[in-house]
């Protein structure tokens, strides 16, 4: 019968342990990959212990040694390489964000010591020192989750530290999101009218027309190409994107992008007025010589700058802004003569006019399908949220016309 083997006070030693001279204890043992590794400590007790954690990362696949020695950027960098059909534009995004953020500090830390704590006082920290907004977190938080979802399938850590995080976080600010308001009817009509009385901005007037007569994205009417349209039977096609992306090397360009989801391909019929602005912005466009752009083999865009250029997204949006501030001003001085009360616009961007054409289109057309199918809203959750609070705000308006009018006692 085998010796039982002691240590230094006399007690027995389990198979794979054993005690060094200078009192030190080691455990020996194969990991998930048949790799013979070893463990240290300085007390029996605490050896056990981390052999009874090894054991059990074991008997679950999950390869604690080697998390243990695994920046959180080799898995990320892994994660990225496998994410073969991202858009290029969304890929840039990406490795800008993890590149500028999370790589230089967070990034060389090795994921299997990575606890929840450490992902959220991470992201608390664009809170308190760099003042991001929510919107830019959840990008960073987006690139992490999933990053850690991988080192739990592939069994370098057991658990995912970043779930739950951004719901904590959001909870602890009292953060609901930003939410997109449509212009009112009056705002609306205040802001197409002082475009097309202003000698300065008219020329922006068929643009905002086909923004606010079809709910189109940004890069979708930007986009549009003569073969776009069907002038005959009155009908637009929603078929690419025409995006301004920074690119690798820090440069911006345009390229054209597949439409952001199955079904954002689709067919917008033209209003009357819609029709008009696109025969008015070709006039237009005449008069400057034509379309002086291609784009990834597009060419013939419907709508340029005095250049003959395709626009830049952040010029719409500060032309925009600089409208609403000059009308503001002109609306507040004429109120003020005329004692009445002024009808002001709100700060909004491009996407807000998307956002009043669905809300407009909500507010006449029962068919939430068919709202859907217009818009090119992939979930019908989007569309629900937005026909919801624009037939809420109909009916209180309606029932304010009640007043007087039913009587009750």
Not at 63 to 86: M, P, Q, S, W
Not at 294 to 310: A, S
Request: net charge positive; with cysteine.
């Amino acid at each position: 019968m085998a010796t039982s083997r002691k240590d230094s006070k006399g007690r027995v030693l389990y198979p794979g342990e054993s005690q060094r001279k200078d009192g030190k204890y080691i455990y020996q043992y194969h990991d998930v990959n048949r790799k013979r590794r070893v463990i240290y400590a300085g007390d029996i007790q605490e050896l056990r212990q981390k052999k009874k954690a090894i054991e059990h990362d074991i008997a679950d696949g999950v390869d604690a040694y080697a998390g243990e020695r695994t920046t959180l950027n080799a898995v990320f960098d892994r994660y990225i390489r496998g994410k073969i059909n991202l858009k290029q534009s969304t890929r840039t995004n990406y490795m800008y964000m993890y590149d500028n953020y999370i790589r230089p500090t967070f990034g060389n830390r090795f994921i299997g010591k990575i606890k929840y704590s450490d992902v959220k006082e991470f992201l608390i920290s664009f809170i308190l020192e760099k003042d991001f907004k929510m919107n830019s977190i959840e990008i960073i938080h987006t690139l992490l989750n999933p990053t850690f979802t991988l080192a739990v399938r592939d069994g370098l850590i057991r658990v995912n530290p970043a779930s739950g995080v951004m719901a904590e976080i959001k909870k602890s600010c009292d953060w609901e999101g930003s939410k997109r308001e449509a212009l009112t009817i009056d705002q609306q009509t205040a802001f197409i009218n002082y475009v097309a009385d202003s000698p300065i901005y008219h020329h922006w007037l068929p643009l905002f027309v086909v923004f606010l007569g079809t709910g189109g994205r940004l890069g979708e009417i930007t986009g549009l190409t003569e073969s776009d349209l069907d002038f005959k039977e009155r009908i637009i096609s929603i078929n690419h994107n025409l995006v301004y992306r920074v690119q690798d090397n820090g440069t911006c360009e345009y390229h054209i992008n597949t439409p952001k989801t199955k079904n954002s391909i689709r067919e917008i019929p033209m209003l009357e007025e819609v029709y008009e602005a696109l025969l008015l912005e070709k006039r237009y466009q005449k008069q400057r010589g034509g379309c002086k752009d291609e784009v990834d083999g597009y060419k013939h865009f419907i709508f340029t700058n005095r250049y003959g250029n395709v626009h830049n997204p952040m010029a719409i949006n500060r032309t925009i802004k600089r409208i609403y501030k000059a009308y503001n001003q002109e609306e507040s001085e004429r109120a003020e003569q005329e004692k009445r009360k002024p009808i002001l616009l709100p700060h909004f961007t491009v996407h807000s006019l998307r956002h009043t054409f669905c809300t407009r289109y909500c507010e006449n057309e029962p068919n939430i399908k068919v709202i859907q199918m217009i818009m090119g809203h992939a979930d019908f959750s989007t569309t629900m949220d937005v026909y919801a609070k624009a037939t809420k705000e109909s009916k209180k308006e309606s029932f304010s016309n009640l007043e007087g009018k039913i009587r009750i006692f």
